[in-house]
């Protein structure tokens, strides 16, 4: 498949972009910064806080697959990116023709307030008893902003007209691929913890499986 990837230089996207390049992927990554990519990775430069749309519509057309690893930056709690950047995404992707896009969220945002959501559910069916009780209420009070511009993110997404995944992750590790987690359709998995190799695994399986149109995916390695 001829696949696009932002943000593939960080923590999940690295995995992403190695795993698409072993199994024959015609691979894009779209970054900041190129000095880190292997060599001969076919490379746009867009910084997606002010992205040049020519950029983004050349990174994307004729995708198979967009996906967006895309979060906040690790020296800023948040800065709006994730919604502002999957929106100059979506709009390079109604440009181009793309339909395919899958992204990465988190666990606890399918009871986080949106825009198109103001009265989310006050728990996940597939919360298991530490995260309903404990772990999502502490993330949710630690990162307030991220999660609120994560929402927004999803909300764009549902309102595009495209063919979206999102994927839930809880507390991002990293341990090595194990190819073996719990996946669940429209809730949580159950569980604290996923690496970051096995989330990008699942993004570039998800891709060719029509059940995950529109749909979240709750992970989880345990």
Not at 45 to 66: F, K, M, N, R, Y
Not at 67 to 74: A, K, T
Not at 171 to 183: D, E, F, I
Request: charged share 20%; hydrophobic share 40%; aromatic share 4%.
């Amino acid at each position: 498949m001829k696949l696009t990837i932002f943000a593939a230089t960080g923590g999940v996207g690295r995995h992403l972009l190695q795993q698409t390049r072993d199994a024959g992927h015609d691979v894009t990554a779209v970054v900041r910064n190129p000095a880190t990519l292997p060599a001969g990775v076919r490379t746009v430069i867009a910084d997606l806080a002010a992205a040049d749309p020519a950029a983004l519509q050349a990174a994307v057309a004729g995708t198979d697959g967009v996906l967006s690893c895309l979060g906040p930056r690790p020296s800023q709690r948040n800065d709006g990116i994730t919604s502002r950047g999957t929106r100059a995404i979506i709009e390079a992707m109604h440009v181009t023709g793309a339909r395919r896009i899958v992204v990465i969220s988190a666990s606890p945002i399918g009871t986080v307030p949106s825009p198109s959501r103001p009265n989310p559910p006050k728990r996940d069916p597939g919360d298991g008893f530490f995260m309903r009780y404990l772990g999502n209420r502490i993330a949710k009070r630690r990162f307030p902003e991220v999660y609120a511009d994560l929402a927004l993110m999803e909300d764009e997404l549902r309102d595009s007209g495209l063919d979206w995944t999102v994927i839930r992750p809880p507390a991002l590790t990293n341990k090595p691929l194990t190819g073996t987690y719990r996946t669940a359709l429209g809730r949580n998995a159950g569980g604290t913890f996923i690496s970051r190799a096995d989330v990008a695994h699942c993004m570039l399986h998800v891709l060719e499986r029509p059940e995950t149109i529109q749909q979240t995916i709750g992970i989880a390695n345990r």
